[in-house]
């Protein structure tokens, strides 16, 4: 079966540090993976996807994505946060013939 | 485009009732999703459609759940009869393809009573 973790409920950084946000999977294959950002009182919305080649991804509001297939790890980065970017954060895999799976979300808060 | 939109934004009901959640997807997706979210569950896939035939219902927790979708631009979530444990937020998606990204709406509050 699929599965998607993400290890930290939480993060808390400062503004202006570098971030990451961390995803592991449980997939057999070759799957899609994505990460989504979820403001308050709305919907999720799409921040970047991997499926092949460079395993740097570069997404929306300046976030990157890094993957690992040894380490079967996606995890989600930005050189500088912002304050703005303080959201819960969602890590997602889509196998062929499968349904999208999310992950438990993780938390992101960036203090002034 | 204006996006996947949902109705209600909010619902408030009292046990037994019958609850209509509804969902405009974006014009030429061929896949709509329903989605559930609570604090305990996370976010939990309901039930999608492609080409507005039902594929996979297996995440619909009871017979009082049931899902349509008359045609391509129109769906609907029914819940009947609702309980205080369906208290959630109900989101619906689009998708152009199978493994493309998600669109969501904005989601419908459903309170439970």
Redesign the interface.
Known sequence: AQSVAQPEDQVNVAEGNPLTVKCTYSVSGNPYLFWYVQYPNRGLQFLLKYITGDNLVKGSYGFEAEFNKSQTSFHLKKPSALVSDSALYFCAVHNYGQNFVFGPGTRLSVLP | DAG?IQSPRHEVTEMGQEVTLRCKPISGHDYL?WYRQTMMR??E?LI?FNNNVPI?DSGMPEDRFSAKMPNASFSTLKIQPSEPRDSAVY?C?SSPQG?E???????TQLSVL
């Open positions: 996947v999703f996370g976010l896939l999608y996979d989101f998606a493994r990204k998600l669109f969501f709406g904005s989601g």
